[in-house]
């Protein structure tokens, strides 16, 4: 039975895909500023952590594009943690795109969503800069033992970067 979910998943990836207008990606840095978790709040200068996006974008004609990004996160100068974060993204116009992803992050295993605002600077044949709000929330567990032990985090980060 998984199996034909996945097959159909990727079908209408595939007929998704038959239809893009183009493909890009993008490439940036991503720096959390701020975040809220049961109620202890922490901040850049409490404990440096810094991500670096890379992300492969499905453009149709119409909204919405796919984009699947995956972002490794350093902390302390180690990686200690991979962000697999798939999302729909909505061109709204002068430069503005609105977008959701789904996250799933493999150092402390946790899952959740992100909403972002973007704002993209054109600077020569399909390239550009951009600034980006993200407002991660995240749910988990600290002990994969306890799942007692749950919490919820809620996040504001800054990303820029270039997209192609």
Known sequence: MKMRHLLIVLLLAMVYVSNAQSIGGHVGIVHPLFTLSEGETSTIADQYTVGFPIGLTIKRKSNPSVDFEFVPFMTNGSIDNLLIHPGVLFGLGAGFTFGTRLAYE????????????????????????????VLPVRFGSRSVLDSSDNFSAYTIAFHVGIGF
């Open 106 to 133: 493999t150092g402390p295993e946790t899952y959740g969503f992100t909403p972002l605002l973007n704002k993209g600077f054109t600077i020569g044949n399909n390239k550009s800069i951009f600034m980006e709000l």
